[in-house]
């Protein structure tokens, strides 16, 4: 059989994947992880375009505005940091009271936000900040919304024409925000446990949320009606929206200290592909030695990379077969 | 390519896009990896080379003195029209002081891509942070290629693994009504049992499948016992004392019957028993298309497609081997004249090749 060209590892980091994400054209992947990097790669080889140095902790989540100019890090430093995407240069360092869980861009590049953990007697925040007057060196946010306390927002994105907020938290619950109000405009507590990450599929109208109850769904943005549930035996990391096939891919696995007691092949470390429509399982992936962090589809939906605790990163194409597969049902 | 990227300012305008040609190789059927890792790098024309360097021990010196500069330089030869190029170079041994030829067989593969203009413009970034100042292409410290891994795409999930998906039906029809609303259970019907379930889902699946099982399980017992006088006859027919070719002996030393079961005896000889060969593919057919044919009749344990050694194409048959004979002669009987992508199939029990 010919296949497609070989997985690319890339080893930039020494510590477990937090976040992987493509740029809007999918030239680009950044990276950031447990060892204070972020990294950013060309995806059609593999090779480092660079490094965005500065950070002092864990950096949990990288986001890349639609132009690809500018970069915005989230980390355990107590920072987030916007970074010139094309230089590596810093430009603007956000003080914040505990650490950055998530951060990102609104689709339009305009607004930018944060959440910061509920620790040391501080709330679980949510931070706003409009990217003109940050360059201009205003440090001032332009909204701050302060969560009651014991909630913590562990995932996020910007919503569809930059007006909600999608944010799910460590008790399962998923909440859309109202940007502009502050307020929870919907809510929906259809998973049991903390969500690991959102990802929202390319027009946004629905979006994939992964959680640590083992399981995966595909919500309505505008309704946040559960569409479809995704089952696996394992707790899952995160899962993406193939952009061309009716595709759902997941990463997860066992928790990361209960690898150790067990093999890998007892592991499931494996990124798992389900039917976006049918929920049913259609195929897997192997390659990482510890559970799956993080899962990106390129936006051509061509090729898919996926971070792990292994601290590696395995960037695939699919082969033509993975193009004529059609569902028998 | 180059002069395009020129003109690509940042502000492109979507929808603007430039040609890339770059050239990628395939596997070739041994694939070593030697420098792989070095070549995928190459920004603009890639030449990603799998080589197995074979040294030729014809062209061994045993001229310890000879003037180091006296080997002969690097040879290309080709590309020739199946786009394979064979680079030759000599080098000393460093331990032996032999010059040791070594012949790369390339096979080049021209693809395209279309970059957006910002894309294009990115790929011309100067490097920054920890990279600075390193030189273009990958570097192997931090890029490396992986192993090949196989997704195979399959819509039975209980063949993926144990612990497939595994939902009891109850809970799914509540999670579908609870959380859906408007994705109600409803719309799902059994096309067996008109049950609210997917088809492959139905308890009654294997009942329905039973009914033509049984006829066809009725001829190829016939089929199956024919086989058995002939080989009799075969083995009866064997006399002592001739010599008698490892591949076609039996499991008692005798000569068996070409194709018959021969338990016992070596392994090769085993596979061999079960395997058919499927002959006047068509070029299109692919491996997954042999196995989808064939697996209806039995447990298919491989399937082969004999392909070119260069170019990868099909040569139009390939091997199947399945888990009991019965399954094989099923599958000659039903296959053998069977029109197939427009071609009439030519089914037959593989022969060993040293016949």
Redesign the interface.
């Known amino acids: ?3 497609g ?8 980091h020494e510590r477990s994947l937090t976040q992987i994400k493509y740029n809007k ?1 999918g ?2 992947l950044f990276s950031v992880s447990k060892d204070k990097l972020a990294n950013v ?2 995806s ?10 500065g950070h002092n902790g864990t950096v949990w989540c990288i986001d890349v505005d639609y ?2 100019k500018y970069v915005l890090t989230g980390s355990a430093d107590q920072s987030a940091r916007l970074w010139e995407c ?3 240069k810093q430009l603007v360092k956000f003080a914040t009271p505990t650490s950055v869980r998530t951060c990102g861009f609104s689709y339009s590049g305009k607004t930018i936000f944060y959440t910061t953990d509920n620790v040391m007697g501080h709330p679980c925040r949510i931070f706003f900040h409009d990217l003109k007057d940050e360059l201009a060196q205003s440090t001032e946010p332009k909204k701050i919304i302060d969560l009651p306390a014991g909630n913590k927002i562990t995932a996020a994105v910007f919503g569809p024409l930059d007006k909600t907020l999608i944010t799910g938290h460590d008790d399962g619950t998923i909440n859309v925000w109202d940007v502009e109000t502050g307020k929870i405009i919907k809510s929906s507590q ?1 998973h049991e446990k903390y969500i690991n990450s959102i990802q929202l599929n390319g027009d946004q109208t629905s979006f994939v949320s992964a959680s640590k109850d083992s399981t995966a ?1 595909l919500f309505d943005t505008e309704t946040l ?9 394992t707790n899952v990391n995160s899962a993406a929206i193939s952009p061309l096939r009716p595709h759902v891919v997941l990463g997860g696995g066992q928790e990361a200290r209960e690898v150790t007691t067990t093999s890998t092949r007892v592991g ?1 470390f494996e990124v798992r ?2 039917h976006l429509i ?10 990482h030695f510890g559970p799956i962090n993080t899962v990106a589809f390129h936006p051509s939906g061509k090729s898919f990379a996926s971070g792990g605790e292994d601290g590696f990163i ?1 960037v ?1 194409a ?2 033509p ?2 193009y004529e ?1 059609e ?3 | 390519m180059p002069e395009s990227t020129a003109t690509a300012s940042s502000s492109a305008k979507w929808g603007d896009v430039l040609d890339e040609e770059l050239e ?1 190789a ?2 070739l059927p041994a694939p070593g990896s030697l420098s ?1 890792s070095q070549s ?2 190459q ?1 603009q024309q ?1 030449q ?1 080379q799998q080589q197995q360097p074979t040294i030729d021990a014809a062209y061994v010196s045993k001229y310890a003195d000879d003037d180091e500069d006296e080997l002969p330089g690097l040879q290309v030869v080709g590309p020739d029209a199946n786009g394979v190029k064979l680079v030759i170079e000599h080098r000393r041994d460093d331990n032996t002081g032999a010059v040791v030829k070594v012949t790369r067989k390339f096979q080049l593969s021209k693809q395209k ?1 279309t ?2 203009h ?2 294009a413009e ?2 011309h ?1 100067t ?6 100042g ?1 030189k ?4 192997p ?15 039975k ?1 209980h063949e ?2 144990t ?3 595994s ?1 009891p039906q109850d809970e799914k029809i509540k ?1 579908a009504t609870g ?5 109600a259970s409803k719309a799902v019907s059994c096309r067996i049992c008109k049950g609210d379930h ?3 889902h139905c308890p009654h699946k294997e009942l329905a499948a039973s009914q033509d099982d049984l006829e066809k399980e009725e001829r190829a017992k016939s089929l199956r016992e024919q086989v058995l006088d002939k080989d009799a006859a075969a083995t009866g027919g064997a006399q002592p004392g001739k010599y008698v070719p490892p591949s076609m002996r039996g499991a008692d030393g005798a000569r068996r019957a070409p194709g018959a079961d021969a338990r016992g005896s070596s392994m090769r000889d085993r596979d061999d028993a079960n395997t058919i060969r499927i002959s006047n593919l068509s070029d299109d057919t ?3 298309d042999v196995g989808d044919l064939c697996s209806p009749f039995g447990r298919v344990q491989r399937t082969f ?1 004999v392909r070119d050694k260069v170019t ?1 194409a099909s040569k139009g048959f390939a091997f199947v081997s399945f888990g009991s004979r019965d399954e094989a002669a099923k599958a000659i009987e039903k296959l053998h004249g069977h029109g197939y992508d427009h071609l009439i199939l030519s089914v037959d029990w593989a022969k060993p090749s040293r016949d």
């Open positions: 059989m010919r296949s060209p070989r997985p690319i590892i890339l080893q930039g054209e030239d680009l790669w060309f059609h080889n593999g090779e480092r375009l660079g490094t965005y140095d132009a690809s094309r230089t590596g259809e769904k009606e559960v569409l479809k549930t995704y089952k696996t035996p499931k592909f389900f049918f929920e049913e399982e259609i195929g897997r992936v192997k390659g395995r695939h699919f082969d077969d993975y597969f569902f028998d049902y | 990628y395939h596997d792989v995928i790098g920004q890639h990603q891509t970059l957006s910002a894309e990115r790929r970034w490097k920054f942070g920890a990279e600075t390193a273009p292409g990958p570097d410290a931090t890029t490396i290629v992986a192993d090949e891994v196989f997704l195979v795409l399959t819509a999930s993926l693994g612990d497939a998906t939902a999670l959380a859906g609303g408007a994705v997917w088809t492959t692919r491996e997954s497609l990868g």
